[in-house]
């Protein structure tokens, strides 16, 4: 029953389903109502549409694409191998693509025509989400959001706004900004962010980065660990070190509700770091987490 019932959701979905492969997707967005959106859906090769998997939408940054992000970020060889799928939602342009907006409008400044028309970029994420569950087999409690610079921003918001959508976050290169360090969210999620140690574009120590004054690696992570109450010391437990790169947890969460960090030997594209297997370390970090 469950079967044929996964079988004809596929069916009336209008896509054919390819395991293995890449389908980009058009649809209509609730945060715009006249918004057709995109993004690329991969599944593996073993994906079948009665076996639901958890899910990994990950986001590129300013002046990048879903294209872009797949080939830098690690996560479709990861999931080809491990058996997940990934979505890669497309930003806002053109000529330049990015994300912004949220219901408030929330700060920092970036990007292009999304920031200066207001989208709703936090709900375009969010329907990512639901659009990719109306073509394939998706676990829904393990359903994962993940991010780099401009990509991580949205992390950020979306942790504040729409927290209860995922089991767990990771970004790199964009921590908090003053504003969203002044959330209030909802419900609490693990979270894993990492920032390089020669960023110039967002440095590891903060700076005012698109119109707003970024609070850098250490002070994101004590926010975070506020939020989640936890009670271990903010220097953290070593957790890996090669050369310079070093990560880090917070032995005093509560379960479920844990943050870790790194401080990568990396420029602000961290996935290129030659220390750290970064979608290794963010997928067997998701994988412990459902909702």
Avoid at 22 to 28: H, K, R, S, V
Avoid at 161 to 187: D, I, Q, R, Y
Avoid at 251 to 268: M, T, Y
Wanted: glycine share 10%; with cysteine.
């Amino acid at each position: 029953m469950w079967i044929f019932l996964l079988l004809w959701i596929g069916l009336t979905s209008g896509l054919e389903i390819q395991p293995g492969a890449d389908q980009w997707i058009t649809f209509t967005s609730v945060e715009k109502t006249t918004a057709q959106r995109r993004y690329i859906l991969h599944t593996p090769p073993s994906y079948k549409p009665d076996v639901p998997l958890p899910l990994v939408i990950d986001v590129h940054p300013y002046t990048g694409s879903p294209s872009g992000e797949e080939g830098q970020s690690g996560m479709k060889q990861l999931a080809d191998s491990n058996s997940f799928i990934v979505a890669y939602p497309e930003g806002g342009g053109p000529p330049l693509r990015g994300f912004s907006g949220s219901p408030e409008n929330v700060q920092p400044g970036c990007c292009g025509l999304p920031s200066t028309e207001k989208w709703n970029d936090v709900q375009f994420i969010v329907d990512v989400k639901y659009d990719v569950m109306k073509h394939v087999s998706v676990n829904k409690s393990a359903v994962y959001l993940m991010g780099f610079s401009n990509g991580a921003y949205m992390i950020h918001k979306v942790a504040c706004h729409k927290p209860e959508e995922f089991a767990a976050f990771a970004g790199t290169s964009a921590g908090l900004s003053v504003g969203m360090a002044a959330c209030k969210p909802s419900k609490m999620r693990p979270i894993w962010y990492d920032n390089g140690i020669h960023d110039t574009t967002q440095p590891i120590n903060g700076a005012r980065v698109a119109g707003e004054e970024m609070i850098g690696l250490n002070k994101t992570i004590l926010e975070y660990t506020k939020r989640n109450k936890c009670t271990g010391p903010q220097a953290g437990t070593e957790t890996f070190h090669k050369g310079t790169t070093v990560c880090y947890r917070n032995d005093g969460c509560p379960a479920g509700l844990d943050v870790n960090w790194c401080k990568v030997n990396s420029g602000h594209i961290t996935y290129s770091n030659r220390d750290l297997n970064q979608a290794h370390i963010w997928w067997e970090f998701f994988k412990k987490f459902t909702v």
